[in-house]
């Protein structure tokens, strides 16, 4: 039986839903830093219960905005994050690019929740936010790249 940590195996489709979840994390601090603010049977009415709230400070109220912005910029990707996986096993790209590609790319998306939430209470690290973003964005390109590239 192999290792539960083989690297040697085939791991990219698995960061699929990795993904996924690390796109939604952002939405859990939403729903706790929101408080009574979160209302589970319309969560779109937060932020705008949350604006009408004064004992929420501005930094706070920020933060939650930040952080529900993080989790839709993850949504938004992993579509195109999925499609370069699938393109790129389709073309039977080497096990050992498409593990490091999509071990990046999820490292990529941890830093970025990181960097926009908690981070960017300082204005100054908002490019670096940018820079961590493309970074995801171009791994993203590199599955689609490699994988023409193989298929060549």
């Known amino acids: 039986m192999a290792s539960f940590l ?3 195996s085939n791991w990219s489709l698995h960061s699929i839903p990795a993904a996924f979840v690390l796109a939604l994390l952002p939405n859990f601090y939403v729903k706790f830093a929101a408080g009574k603010n979160y ?3 319309n969560p ?4 705008e219960h949350l604006a009408k709230d004064a004992s929420i400070s501005k930094p706070q109220l920020n933060r939650i905005l930040r952080a529900k912005a993080a989790a839709d910029n993850g949504l938004e990707t992993i579509g ?6 699938v393109a790129a096993n389709a ?5 050992d690019t498409l593990n490091k590609l999509s ?3 999820l490292v990529s998306r941890l830093v970025y929740n990181f960097v926009y939430i908690v981070l960017q209470d300082n204005r100054k690290f908002a490019p670096v936010r940018g ?3 493309l970074a995801g964005l171009g791994t993203i390109f590199s599955f689609f790249i490699k994988a023409g590239n193989a298929l060549r």
């Open 44 to 47: 779109r009415k937060t932020e």
């Open 6 to 8: 083989d690297l040697s």
């Open 80 to 85: 195109l994050y999925a499609a370069g996986v």
């Open 103 to 105: 071990s990046f790319y």
């Open 39 to 41: 209302d589970l049977t």
């Open 131 to 133: 820079l961590v973003w």
């Open 91 to 95: 073309a039977k790209m080497p096990v």
